[in-house]
């Protein structure tokens, strides 16, 4: 079992910058890739972002990219989710994921969930 615990939340501006971060534990060697969602209030859970850890390659949604950008860090078993140009529509609770699929397939296969750390973007 993987256990996921975010950190890096909080409030800013608009415009402004949030990097998030994700550390993994428990059986890491079943993930293949990792990634965000976030969820903001009264919609749906929405996909952010994955990432392939041993190759890095990544997949963003058409609403982040250019502006988020994920990264990870293999020795530490960590992903990380930069957001710049940061939109009061990106207020949201973010929620990292694990999965035995790469970046571009594992939205059909989410093994764990983080508990979830908010942003909020003030305008």
């Known amino acids: 079992q993987v256990q996921l615990v975010e950190s890096g939340g909080g409030l800013v501006q608009a415009g402004g910058s949030l990097r998030l971060s994700c550390a993994a534990s428990?059986?890491?060697?079943?993930?293949?890739?990792m990634g965000w969602y976030r969820q903001a209030p009264g919609k749906e859970r929405e996909f952010v972002g994955a990432?392939?850890?041993?190759?890095?390659?990544?997949y963003h949604a058409d609403s982040v990219m250019g502006r988020f950008t994920i990264s990870r860090d293999n020795a530490k078993n960590m992903v990380y989710l930069q957001m710049n140009s940061l939109k009061p529509e990106d207020t949201a609770v973010y929620y990292c994921?694990?999965?035995?699929?790469?970046?571009?397939?594992?939205?059909?296969?989410?093994?764990?969930w983080g508990q979830g750390t908010q942003v909020t973007v003030s305008s």
């Open positions: 994921v694990s999965s035995r699929g790469t970046a571009q397939t594992m939205r059909i296969l989410i093994d764990s």
């Open positions: 428990g059986s890491v060697s079943m993930i293949n890739g």
């Open positions: 990432i392939t850890m041993s190759s890095g390659s990544t």
